[in-house]
């Protein structure tokens, strides 16, 4: 399982756990993975579940297998590996089966301070009293990811559903990056076995 998350005292947490492959054939109208002969064009698809928890408490847990296709796992695994090494800013992942959605975005230094000394308020729009007006970047992630509730249940494509909204070092979504490898590395081949006679 891959886990982003905020902090082990007040843990915002997401699980996206990849459990195996789903093969279907170029040809319109045929998703039956078994008769998809080992060459011919196919579309790969990783089957996932995912999790919104906070604390030890869950907030949401997937209803049922989710599909994502291969490109989209690899383009948010290389985008999470580029932000955390400072060479993105944001990342936005916009699957082509839009069953959850992320948001990452670089804090500026002065964000960043504002953030971690009094968030609550800012959210009141009281004054905080930060000094801190660099535009550096900081080492400090807003996070903004949420479950397509009418997708999970339904398959209507809906954009709403519960979510959470925390903050992450870099180190933070550098492992999360590696663990997606290491589970997506962890399925194996994606072709059937064959049988050498």
Known sequence: MATLTHNDKYACTF????????RYS??????????????????????YRMALQIGDRILYQSQKDTTLV???????IENLRQLANGKKDRVAFD????????VIRNLIESDATVMI??????????????TNESTEPSSLFDVNVWIDHP????RFYGGYGPGLYF????????????????E??????YFPATNSK
């Open 70 to 76: 291969l490109e989209d796992m690899r383009e948010l």
């Open 151 to 154: 997708n999970q249940v339904d």
């Open 15 to 22: 699980d996206l756990t990849l459990s195996e492959w789903e």
């Open 184 to 189: 997506l590395d962890g399925l194996g081949s």
């Open 26 to 47: 170029a040809e319109k109208g045929d998703s039956n993975i078994e008769t998809v002969p080992l060459g011919e064009p196919c579309t790969l698809w990783v089957k």
């Open 117 to 130: 000394s009094s968030a609550a308020e800012i959210r009141a729009d009281m004054p905080t009293g930060a």
């Open 167 to 182: 903050f992450v070092g870099s180190h933070g979504i550098a492992r999360f990056a590696d663990k997606l490898q290491e």
């Open 95 to 102: 699957p082509i089966e839009p069953d959850f959605g992320l």
